[in-house]
């Protein structure tokens, strides 16, 4: 958990969503981060990385999947509160509740989504390369969006 908010120091405060309807992408990239971030402190050889990584992506798969099956698709996306959906509290603030675990006020759906596309991007150019252009992007486009 540490290392998902280390990497909100750059995908959500650096460089932040316009508003909740691009949560997942700053949730994404923290999400995918903190496996970088957690195998980095570790000083695990790449095979290692790459066990731990695909055993993460293998348990948030299984996650994402449970909450897809037992949430109803308009609590899937978040939305600007004038929308009307999820959960409102008094301040006009709207929660996408979680119908696996009611308590949770967000779904895991937001955070997994832009996670699996940054692991499938990763994966189609090489880690390397990608975690190289994030850097490139992080330094070139402060305070972007």
Same mark, same amino acid.
């Given at each position: 958990?540490?290392?998902?908010?280390?990497?909100?120091?750059?995908?959500?405060?650096?460089?932040?969503?316009?508003?909740?309807?691009?949560?997942?992408?700053?949730?994404?990239?923290?999400?995918?981060?903190?496996?970088?971030?957690?195998?980095?402190?570790?000083?695990? %050889?790449? /095979?290692?990385?790459?066990?731990?990584?695909? =055993?993460?992506?293998?348990?948030?798969? !299984?996650? #994402? &999947?449970?909450?897809?099956?037992?949430?109803e698709e308009d609590?899937?996306?978040?939305?600007?509160?004038?929308?009307?959906?999820?959960?409102?509290?008094?301040?006009?603030?709207?929660?996408?509740?979680?119908?696996?675990? %009611?308590? /949770?006020?967000?779904?895991?759906?937001?955070? =997994?989504?832009?996670?699996?596309?940054? !692991?499938? #991007? &990763?994966?189609?150019?090489?880690?390397?390369?990608?975690?190289?252009?994030?850097?490139?992007?992080?330094k070139d486009f402060?305070?972007?969006?």
């Open positions: 958990r540490l290392a998902h908010e280390i990497a909100h120091s750059w995908f959500g405060l650096l460089i932040g969503s316009r508003d909740w309807t691009e949560e997942w992408i700053s949730e994404g990239f923290a999400t995918y981060l903190e496996d970088c971030i957690h195998a980095k402190a570790m000083g695990w %050889t790449e /095979k290692e990385c790459q066990e731990y990584s695909d =055993l993460r992506a293998s348990i948030r798969y !299984r996650s #994402l &999947a449970a909450e897809l099956d037992n949430t609590l899937q996306t978040l939305r600007p509160s004038a929308s009307g959906q999820g959960f409102h509290q008094g301040d006009g603030t709207v929660y996408v509740t979680n119908a696996l675990n %009611t308590d /949770k006020l967000f779904t895991q759906v937001h955070y =997994l989504k832009g996670y699996f596309l940054l !692991r499938y #991007l &990763a994966k189609k150019v090489g880690a390397e390369k990608f975690h190289s252009l994030l850097k490139s992007f992080v402060p305070r972007h969006g």
